[in-house]
């Protein structure tokens, strides 16, 4: 039986609205991607993204988007959630931005080179997602997948993700939420190859709780549980990382198939 409070008490439409309602402290303490992330893309992709035209779907408040602009990309940004996007055009008001989702692209046939989908591919239905990426995408364009999960062999982290799990009551943790638990491309229509990057940041103590406590885990589960929580997991961080710096250790999880 689920339990009110349980994440499978959240359908997916209620988990993905939560982000609106914390897009601010999204954009300021979620964790961006290291650069060898970029030069795998080129590599799998077989292209530069110099001049590249390329939508990044999910774009949420721009993490992504803005490394493709700075690679020199002609970046155009998709984003169903309004309050992301109100961040997004705050941080990145030179970069072309339009309100959709990865199921109903409001892209034109054959315009790009390449796709991306930074943390979101698993909100779409690939069922329609697959299609419409394929009719978006020039020949030989690529589409491309990645998540940021956590780094299972760190000690601290695996026990962290257990009190996160043990204050919810529930077996889900945030680290591999974002992971699809099946194929991105069910059907088979697409040949995926894969790439794993490792790479860390360290962050002072408040930034790292920021970062953890804006993923729809906590937003859901609302103020005060959240709040019990960051309680006592700073006195944990604290014993672990004393002089207030954390060392976040990620391996970025990258998909790409050419069209």
């Known amino acids: ?92 008001p030179g970069v072309p931005l339009v309100l959709g989702d990865g199921n109903a692209l409001p892209l034109a046939d054959d315009s790009l080179d390449l796709i991306t989908y930074a943390q979101s591919w698993h909100w779409t239905d690939p069922e329609r997602s697959v299609p419409e990426a394929l009719r978006v995408l020039r020949p030989g364009g690529a589409l491309a997948l990645w998540w940021n999960t956590d780094a299972p062999d760190v000690h601290w982290i695996a026990d962290q993700a257990d009190r996160i799990a043990r204050h919810f009551e529930t077996g889900h943790t945030i680290g591999k939420s974002g992971r699809p638990v099946q194929p991105a491309d069910p059907a088979g229509r697409l040949r995926f190859t894969d790439r794993r990057i490792r790479w860390s940041r360290r962050v002072p103590v408040d930034t790292h709780l920021a970062n953890i406590t804006s993923h729809s885990l906590f937003l859901l589960h609302g103020k005060d549980r959240t709040a019990a929580f960051l309680t006592e997991e700073r006195a944990h961080l604290l014993e672990r990382f004393p002089d207030g710096i954390v060392e976040e250790t990620y391996v970025v999880e990258l998909l790409l198939a050419k069209a």
């Open 1 to 92: 039986m689920t339990s009110p409070t349980s994440p499978r008490a959240f359908d997916d439409t209620a988990r993905a609205h939560s982000f609106n309602t914390a897009a601010a402290q999204y954009a300021a303490n979620r964790p961006s991607y290291p650069p060898a992330l970029l030069d795998a893309v080129e590599e799998l992709s077989g292209h530069p993204l110099t001049g590249a035209r390329v939508a990044d779907i999910g774009a949420g408040t721009g993490l992504a988007t803005a490394l493709l602009h700075a690679r020199g990309a002609e970046v155009i940004a998709v984003e169903p959630g309004s309050g992301m996007a109100a961040e997004f055009r705050r941080g990145l």
